[in-house]
């Protein structure tokens, strides 16, 4: 195999993860490679999850406002038709401009951009097959970065077609509207797909396991709402049921249901079966085995606080080790393993990393849920403020949706923020500042937000946790 010189760190994976650790490595002045298998850069987030997905919430939003929320505004429009390879088009133009950017950014910066599947053959080799079959090369070095991503946890027993039995990879690919579609879990992934394909004409079911919908980390009163007003959208839900087997033989595909709680079982069929149940660890090939690194039951790589494995000089970032399963989270911590490789110390708040659905309208939260602080025996205060009642919201006809405040009683500090509605994936930010800088929920509420803003709402929220609101 052929050498190249050594190198002083190499990430494996270019996501979110891998390719911001990269960039800041060599910023740092570290002599860095990274090594992407997929063919191009962005990893799940740019290529198949985050921005292929938001560019299809997008634009089938505003398909679906066009032909269903128009006329009360005034605008009269005939004849809406959907053009869905157009629609797909215009998502893979988003991707291709984002992903060739990193490729870009990867030139400006100096790092070295491997094309093909890493393995790690010791603690300072990881040999690289390159997709274009060449020769296999050896990259020699001091660290490792392994930034390796996840994928989706299959559904025992259906096996995916990604056309007729489909991850959110072919949820972003289909090239027509089914009549039917049925989402096997109704976390992020199922309630966002869902609605871009709901908005797109498809009758969707939501069958979800628990009692709630929102995956883990939703607060119930979120959760509540999101399931109300995505109902009144068109979206049904079979919550606390779960799926006992599949039959894809068919021309469509069949389900067994249960409901959890009377064992009634039933039977639902749909052109798609969308699996959204959640993303593991991805491993493969990778070559742990070969330097004794461990993974838990859940097959997240085992490291410690510096994102160190048994190896001082492998380190791991992102979803292929503990933690949300977010691309923000994952390149905070690339930043800070580079840091750590280069300074010796690095830092991620890991109770200030927000979550946004960007579902229409979106929720978005940060910190802790009022389920979480309840179970935690502190007493605590909660201030709610409905957009109802917010005049820029009645003035967009976007009335849906509140923000919720959760603050520690004694001290009235920020615990957690909780919203749902018009623009909240927009409005977190301010909540996560807030509890990054320790704030009490009387600052927010004095401090002043511009007139007629949607973010009114949260400081009116934030007002209601110690005093009382002025507008509800
Ligand atoms: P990944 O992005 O998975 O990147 C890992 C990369 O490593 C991959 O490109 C893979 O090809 C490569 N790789 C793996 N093994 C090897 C090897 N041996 N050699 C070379 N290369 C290898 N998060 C958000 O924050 N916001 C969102 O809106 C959002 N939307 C999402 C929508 C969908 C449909 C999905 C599926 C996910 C979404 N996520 C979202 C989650 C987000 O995509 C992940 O949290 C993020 O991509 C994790 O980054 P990562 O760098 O850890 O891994
Ligand atoms: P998830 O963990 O959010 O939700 C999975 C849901 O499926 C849960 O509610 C669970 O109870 C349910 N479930 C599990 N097994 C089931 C079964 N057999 N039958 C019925 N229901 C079952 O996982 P999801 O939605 O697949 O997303 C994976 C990851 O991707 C998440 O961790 C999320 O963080 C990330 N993501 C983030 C997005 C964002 O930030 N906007 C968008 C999409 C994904």
Redesign the pocket.
């Given at each position: 195999s052929s050498e190249s010189g050594e190198h002083d760190v190499v990430v494996?994976?270019?996501?979110?993860?891998?390719y911001v650790a990269a960039i800041k490595a060599a910023q740092l002045g570290l002599k860095t490679a990274c090594?992407?298998?997929?063919g191009a850069l962005?990893?799940?987030?740019l290529?198949?999850?985050?921005i292929p997905?938001?560019s299809l919430l997008n634009n089938s939003h505003i398909y679906h406002q066009i032909k269903h929320d128009i006329k009360q505004r005034g605008i009269e429009v005939d004849n809406v038709r959907l053009n869905l390879d157009q629609m797909m088009a215009a998502k893979d133009k988003s991707v291709k401009s984002l992903t060739g950017g990193i490729e870009i950014l990867f030139k400006q910066n100096g790092v070295d951009y491997v094309k093909?599947?890493?393995?790690i053959t010791g603690e300072n080799e990881v040999k690289v097959k390159p997709i274009d079959g060449g020769e296999e090369i050896s990259l020699k070095t001091k660290n490792i970065i392994i930034?390796?991503?996840?994928e989706?946890t299959p559904f025992p027993g259906l096996e995916i077609d990604e056309k007729k039995v489909i991850t959110?990879t072919g949820?972003?690919a289909l090239t027509e509207v089914p009549k039917k579609m049925i989402v096997i879990g109704g976390g992020?992934?199922g309630l966002?797909?869902g609605s871009v394909w709901s908005r797109l004409g498809a009758e969707v079911t939501v069958v979800e396991y628990l009692d709630a919908i929102g995956g883990p980390g939703m607060d119930a009163d979120i959760a509540k709402t999101a399931q109300r007003i995505l109902g009144r959208q068109g979206i049904k839900f079979k919550t606390a049921h779960k799926v006992l087997s599949g039959d894809a033989s068919g021309k469509g595909v069949k389900l067994e249901i249960e409901s959890v709680k009377n064992q009634k079982q039933d039977t639902l069929e749909a052109d798609v079966v969308l699996v959204a149940i959640g993303?593991r660890p991805?491993t493969?090939?990778?070559g742990l085995e070969n330097v004794g690194i461990e993974t838990d039951e859940r097959g997240r790589i085992i490291i410690d606080q510096e994102y160190r494995t048994k190896h001082e000089n492998i380190r791991v970032?992102?979803?292929?080790t503990f933690g949300a399963?977010?691309?923000?989270?994952?390149e905070e911590e690339g930043i800070a393993a580079a840091e750590f490789i280069k300074k010796g110390y690095g830092h991620v708040n890991y109770g200030a990393i927000p979550s946004?659905m960007?579902t229409h309208p979106e929720a978005a939260w940060v910190g802790q849920t009022e389920q979480e602080v309840k179970a935690s025996g502190k007493e605590y205060v909660v201030g709610t403020f409905p957009f109802l009642a917010n005049s820029r919201a009645k003035t967009n006809l976007e009335t849906d949706g509140m923000v919720k405040f959760i603050a520690e009683k004694e001290t009235d500090r920020v615990l957690g923020i909780h919203i749902i509605g018009p623009n909240a994936g927009e409005m977190i930010a301010e909540g996560v500042l807030a509890i990054e800088y320790g704030a009490s929920s009387e600052d927010i509420a004095r401090t002043s937000h511009a007139h007629p803003t949607l973010s009114e709402a949260f400081k009116e929220a934030a007002m209601a946790t110690y005093d009382k609101a002025i507008h509800a």
């Open positions: 494996i994976g270019g996501g979110p993860g891998g090594v992407e298998k997929r962005g990893g799940t987030c290529n198949v999850g985050c997905s938001k093909g599947t890493g393995t930034a390796t991503g996840s989706a959110s949820a972003i992020i992934i966002e797909m993303r991805y493969e090939g990778l970032i992102g979803d292929v399963m977010l691309a923000h989270k994952a946004v960007y």
